[in-house]
């Protein structure tokens, strides 16, 4: 008697199993699971974009106060000879 049900139980299980594989192979489900995760992609790209061009802006700035650049207009001096 308990090993039938123990059968049972396995059957019940394995046919449970089989039907979540089956639901999970669903074109609607699948396409679900690429909307997610391409949605993620995209999330981690906007993320390093935005760290990239903080990066870049921080070092810009270091670098005009190094070479003491304060604007982008006042780069040119005219006392230097260069074929203008």
């Known amino acids: 008697m308990i090993r039938r049900l123990f059968y049972i139980s396995l059957g019940a299980f394995g046919a449970v199993w089989a039907m979540r594989k089956l639901q999970s192979l669903h074109p609607n489900h699948l396409a679900r699971r690429a909307v997610r995760g391409a949605s993620g992609v995209l999330d981690q ?12 802006a ?5 670098l005009r106060s190094r070479f003491g650049l304060d604007s982008v207009e006042n780069t040119y001096t005219y006392h230097v000879k260069d074929g203008r």
């Open 58 to 62: 921080q070092r810009e700035t270091e």
């Open 45 to 56: 790209a906007r993320d390093f974009a935005s760290e990239a061009l903080d990066g870049a």
